[in-house]
Nanobody
Framework: QVQLVESGGGLVQPGGSLRLSCAASGRTFSTLYMAWFRQAPGKEREFVTAITWSGGRTYYADSVKGRFTISRDNAKNMVYLQMNSLKPEDTAVYYC??????????????????WGQGTQVTVSS
């Protein structure tokens, strides 16, 4: 089992930045493929970004490419999402997700085995 706890959400003005954190426990973190998804009100949960177990490869949705950066610290069992140049359309609940090995890249919710409770990000003036 893996437990995931997100933090760092909040209210930010358009053009601002936020850094989300996800703390993992319960299983060897360095073997997990990690991702962030988000769900806006009235919409389906969507893929945002993912990172391989080593951190050597990352993937981004087109809507966040160039603005968001995913990273991980395997020594601390943490994954991060740095969000810059935020837009109102980035408003959503952001979820951290983990995929057990030997799974590779997936942008589908079904590809992930563990989920955090989510953290709200609101971009508004």
């Amino acid at each position: 089992q893996v437990q995931l706890v997100e933090s760092g959400g909040g209210l930010v003005q358009p053009g601002g930045s936020l850094r989300l954190s996800c703390a993992a426990s319960g299983r060897t973190f360095s073997t997990l493929y990690m991702a962030w998804f988000r769900q806006a009100p009235g919409k389906e949960r969507e893929f945002v970004t993912a990172i391989t177990w080593s951190g050597g490869r990352t993937y981004y949705a087109d809507s966040v490419k160039g603005r968001f950066t995913i990273s991980r610290d395997n020594a601390k069992n943490m994954v991060y999402l740095q969000m810059n140049s935020l837009k109102p359309e980035d408003t959503a609940v952001y979820y951290c997700a983990a995929r057990s090995p030997p799974g590779g890249f997936s942008d589908s919710q079904a590809g992930y085995d563990y989920w955090g409770q989510g953290t709200q990000v609101t971009v508004s003036s």
